[in-house]
């Protein structure tokens, strides 16, 4: 059973700004949330990652809220090689809880 | 600095052969993780290696799957005998604590 529940799917234009919320109402103080894209027959490549408030970096931004149970994946401006599936995932600090991966959210950019 | 590498990409076996998966993690890192993907399912944890010490498991299908890591270095995953239902995409991933980075995986039938 997946630790997140995101949406499947969302669609968006190009140079929108796309935001992708995902639950987490089980997540431990230990853990932190990860955010992974993966494009057809490639593995898993880490976006961003954080465990409070907002953490931003050369591709995305990561919003928590104080109460840590959601996240917002934020991508401005996206592009046509922005279309790939976003995982949310979270995971213990220690590193030593497997990470539990849902159907994660399957973004289309459309020109 | 290299990623995770994995290989063979691409195994095709018949039915009862043996075949072994090769993952090379990131220097430095002492979590090892193999994953895999069935057809149709969601990325599924298989096991969790902290140096050359299995820490977890708890997610291999079967005793047709053998993992090692000798020396606490790359990590081999063999399948013995193989079966229709082991085909699908294997992956590995290596981290540091909580974050995990994933390989470009090894493709996986069984005919």
């Known amino acids: 059973l997946a630790k997140t529940t995101q949406p499947i799917s969302m669609d968006s234009y190009e140079g929108q700004e796309v935001n992708i919320t995902c639950s987490h109402n089980?997540?431990?103080?230990?853990?932190?949330i990860t955010w992974y894209q993966q494009f057809p027959s490639q593995g898993p490549r880490f976006i961003i990652q954080?465990?409070?408030t907002k953490v931003t970096n050369e591709v995305a931004s990561l919003f928590i809220p104080a109460d840590r149970k959601s996240s917002t994946l934020s991508l401005p401006r996206v592009s046509l090689s922005d279309t790939a599936v976003y995982y949310c995932?979270?995971?213990?600090?220690?590193?030593?809880?497997?990470?539990?991966f849902g159907k994660g959210t399957r973004l289309s950019v459309i020109a | 600095e290299a990623g995770v590498t994995q290989f063979p990409s691409h195994s095709v076996i018949e039915k009862g052969q043996t075949v072994t998966l090769r993952c090379d993690p990131i220097?430095?890192?002492?979590?090892l993780y193999w994953y895999r993907r069935v057809m149709g399912k969601e990325i599924k944890f298989l096991l969790h290696?902290?140096?050359?010490?299995?820490?977890?498991e708890s997610g291999m299908p079967n005793n047709r799957f053998l993992a090692e890591r000798t020396g606490g270095t790359y990590s081999t995953l063999k399948v013995q005998p193989a079966e229709l239902e082991d085909s699908g995409v294997y992956f590995c991933?290596?981290?540091?604590?909580?974050?995990?980075?994933f390989g470009p995986g090894t493709r996986l039938l069984v005919l």
């Open positions: 991933a290596s981290g540091k604590q909580e974050t995990q980075y």
């Open positions: 954080g465990y409070k």
């Open positions: 995932l979270v995971g213990d600090i220690s590193g030593n809880t497997p990470l539990v």
């Open positions: 089980n997540i431990a103080t230990n853990d932190y």
């Open positions: 290696f902290v140096k050359e010490s299995k820490q977890d």
């Open positions: 220097s430095g890192h002492d979590n």
